[in-house]
Structures are given as structure tokens and as C-alpha cells.
């Protein structure tokens, strides 16, 4: 199985700040159609996870831009231009290139 | 739009059975892949099934293979997870999902509590 690996796990932020998480993963996530189906999801404290980023830097409709998606091959990054309160959640990427997808652990994204 | 309801968990002891459906709307259900994945308190996400279109594939993860069972009803637009032999640390909140080159939609979840 492809093995997703997260840094930070735990990322405190200030209000109005940057926030960058890494996403590794242990294989190459391009596709045999030339796509990269890395995604990110947020879960926030209670509810089920929500899709924010499709195929390394796409925006799921209603994200806020300041939420963006970068990265190719196998290194991969969801920044926060200004972390805002309602931000606060878990921060999840997903491979969806190989079979069983697999999970990063997740990075807990919380206000100082 | 996409909705995916999960129904049938609860409180069952060690060894019990109980059998999880997924009701999914708002998309053409036969063309997708569909999955089980549950999430332990406090803790991360785990895949432990999924089923391809047409029921071609399936998948278990390792520690629940021989237990659960998953499978479809493409004229009834549902997911199911038939769970027997549970144990206590099958206790998680379960979630359906839709694949499409990886998770896009997910339901609210469904606990399953496993104590004596």
C-alpha cells in the first residue's frame, strides 16, 4: 500500500497567519492518464470529513481561496494564506491514484 | 445534489452482528465505486472495504477480512456492511463514501459502539 506521510501533526496558528501542511507520499501518484489524484479534506470537530482539494490544486466548490493545493509526483502542500476561526479541524490528504486508497495521518490545525 | 445516509449502527457486545446501510441520492449510483471507512475515537481514518461498479471487485482491509461483508443494490441506490464476529476495537464511527479517483463525497457517519 502507498504510505501517505503528514508534517506537521500539530499546527498551531495565529489568527490572520499562514499555515502550510506536507503530504509525502511513498510512490509516485501520477496515473496512467497523466492526472495526480492527490486530494485534501478537512474534518472539523464533530463532523464528517469534506473534500477541499481535488487532483493536487483544484478547489472544490464553496472552498475559499484562500485554501490552495500545490505539488506533483510525490511531495505534495495545502496552505492557508490567513487562517481563519472556523479553520480550526483536521487536516487530511488522500491518494486516490492507487488501490486501497490510503490516508496521510492527519495534521490538527489550531489557534494559538 | 450527492447524499450519502448511513443507518444501523448501535451498541452491540462482543461477537454480535450488525449490518450497516448506506442510502446514496443526487447521482447515477451504478457507475461508482463505493466504500466503507471508519474512524476509532480520537483517531485517524482507516479504509476497510470498498466494492467496485458491478460488484467486479471488492476489497477488505487485513483486520477485518472473514468478518465483514460488503456489498450493493444498484436498484435500491444502497451500500451495505454486514459486520459479524465484532470486537471491541471495531468501535468506530462509520462513514460511506463515493470514490471517484479517491473520496469526494462522504456521509455523516454511523457509530458502532462494540462493549459487553
Known amino acids: 500500500d502507498v504510505v501517505m506521510t503528514q508534517s506537521p501533526l500539530s499546527l498551531p496558528v495565529t489568527l490572520g497567519q499562514p499555515a502550510s501542511i506536507s503530504c509525502r507520499s511513498s510512490?509516485?501518484?501520477?496515473?496512467?492518464?497523466?492526472?495526480?489524484?492527490l486530494n485534501w479534506f478537512q474534518q472539523r470537530p464533530g463532523q464528517s470529513p469534506r473534500r477541499l482539494i481535488y487532483?493536487?490544486?483544484n478547489r472544490d466548490s464553496g472552498v475559499p481561496d484562500r485554501f490552495s493545493g500545490s505539488g506533483s509526483g510525490t511531495d505534495f502542500t495545502l496552505r492557508i494564506s490567513r487562517v481563519e476561526a472556523e479553520d480550526v479541524g483536521v487536516y487530511y490528504c488522500?491518494?486516490?491514484?492507487?488501490?486501497?486508497?490510503?490516508f496521510g495521518q492527519g495534521t490538527k490545525v489550531e489557534i494559538k | 445534489q450527492v447524499q450519502l445516509v448511513e443507518s444501523g449502527g448501535g451498541l452491540v457486545k462482543p461477537g454480535g452482528s450488525l449490518r450497516l446501510s448506506c442510502a446514496a441520492s443526487?447521482?447515477?449510483?451504478?457507475?461508482?465505486?463505493m466504500g466503507w471507512i471508519r474512524q476509532a475515537p480520537g483517531k485517524g481514518l482507516e479504509w476497510i472495504s470498498y466494492?467496485?461498479?458491478?460488484?467486479?471487485?471488492?476489497y477488505y482491509t487485513d483486520s477485518v477480512k472473514g468478518r465483514f461483508t460488503i456489498s450493493r443494490d444498484d436498484a435500491k441506490n444502497s451500500l451495505y456492511l454486514q459486520m459479524n464476529s465484532l470486537r471491541a476495537e471495531d468501535t468506530a464511527v462509520y462513514f460511506c463514501?463515493?470514490?471517484?479517483?479517491?473520496?469526494?463525497?462522504w456521509g455523516q457517519g454511523t457509530l458502532v459502539t462494540v462493549s459487553s
Open positions: 463514501v463515493r470514490d471517484a479517483y479517491g473520496l469526494d463525497y
Open positions: 443526487g447521482f447515477t449510483f451504478s457507475d461508482y465505486y
Open positions: 466494492i467496485t461498479s458491478s460488484s467486479r471487485t471488492i
Open positions: 510512490q509516485s501518484l501520477v496515473y496512467s492518464d497523466g492526472n495526480t489524484y
Open positions: 487532483k493536487v490544486s
Open positions: 488522500v491518494q486516490g491514484t492507487h488501490w486501497p486508497r490510503t
